[in-house]
């Protein structure tokens, strides 16, 4: 990704976002809002940027809020997806750009979920990868980390969201920059089981941070890509990273989410795509509706593409051509 081609803006609340550009190749063509999850940066979608920008489309790829070249807040008030909402479409504002086809991974799909939201205009289209669409919870729900860990233990045998429980620790930026190395291991692992016995299990994260372990690394990334990417996080720091796990365990999100009518949940009958992380033992779409009690998924009829990848959560690193194909079929559908 061409560094001449970054630029940023200041949102209507004062937070400045630092963001890949490129207009479409023709006018009037499609123009991809590409939103990273944690830890990341737009870092994360260069393999897709470089094919679709090959094939004319307009690309908008930010450092989201606590990353990059981003501000850096850290009160978790900040990240309420509300606001990064308002942020997004700031952006968008900024370009001029009046819809956008809009795409999460991980935490990217609660921002992509909640503009669509809020900001229905200006989205084209929709596209989802590993965790799916979260609607917003019944009037009166409390978040329960503990419940959530015990639904998932219960029907598929173990935790997911132990580690949620660290990353919310005040100490977790600190022992986080610590270990990097360490941390970044078990981020892209040679073998994703290794999750769910020394990440998602309460405690676990912590333990197997600080052991000193030596965990195997992924072949498919790349030492070029794992530098880069060692380069950014240590940059910026955790603190900020850490406060997209604390809006949600301290109930701070879930109370922003009450403020959403229960009839503006409803996704709108526009071109969705979704693509499952079959190997993903975390963040598949399956597990969180389970953790959260969303008893059937709401991607599903006619406007919605569904694709499965023999691939973990870091499908973007790991298959990259398969996702930005599948991604570019999808958008010639419509």
């Keep these: 990704m061409d560094l001449s081609s970054y630029k940023t803006v200041q949102t209507s609340r004062g937070m400045t976002y630092h963001y890949y550009f490129s207009l479409p190749r023709r006018e009037g063509g499609k123009t991809l809002l590409l939103i990273h999850g944690f830890p990341g940066s737009s870092f994360d979608w260069h393999h897709q940027v470089t094919y679709l920008e090959e094939r004319g489309y307009g690309l908008i790829v930010p450092d989201m809020l606590g990353y990059g070249g981003s501000s850096k807040p850290t009160d978790p008030n900040a990240y309420r997806h ?18 956008a086809i809009v795409i999460g991974h991980d935490w990217g799909t609660l921002a992509t979920a909640r503009l669509v939201i809020y900001h229905p205009e200006r989205v084209q289209a929709l596209g989802f990868l590993t965790v799916g669409y979260l609607p917003p919870p019944p009037p009166g729900t409390k978040f329960d980390l503990n419940a ?21 620790a005040p100490d977790a930026g600190e022992v986080t920059m610590a270990n990097l190395e360490t941390m970044l291991d078990m981020n892209f692992p040679a073998d994703y089981e290794m999750w769910k016995t020394d990440v998602t299990p309460t405690g676990a994260y912590r333990a197997s941070l600080t052991s000193g372990k030596a965990y195997p690394r992924a072949e498919w990334m790349s030492p070029q890509d794992r530098a880069r990417i060692t380069e950014i996080l240590r940059k910026g720091g955790f603190e900020a990273p850490s406060c997209y796990y604390k809006v949600q365990t301290s109930g701070i999100q879930i109370e922003d989410d009450q403020q959403i009518p229960p009839e503006k949940g409803a996704l709108p009958k526009i071109p969705i795509f979704f693509g499952d992380a079959l190997k993903d033992p975390v963040a598949r779409e399956e597990l969180f509706l389970c953790a959260f009690g969303i008893p059937e998924s709401p991607l599903k009829g ?4 569904r694709k499965a990848f023999d691939a973990g959560h870091w499908l973007m690193f790991e298959k990259p051509d398969e996702v930005s194909e599948a991604l570019n079929g999808w958008l010639e559908s419509f």
């Design 148 to 168: 959530c860990n015990e639904r998932t233990k219960k029907v598929f045998g173990h935790e997911v969201f132990g580690y949620w429980e660290f990353f919310s």
């Design 302 to 305: 006619e406007n919605v593409t």
């Design 82 to 99: 509300s606001l990064i909402a308002n942020d997004l479409k700031d952006i968008l504002d900024a370009e001029r750009i009046q819809q």
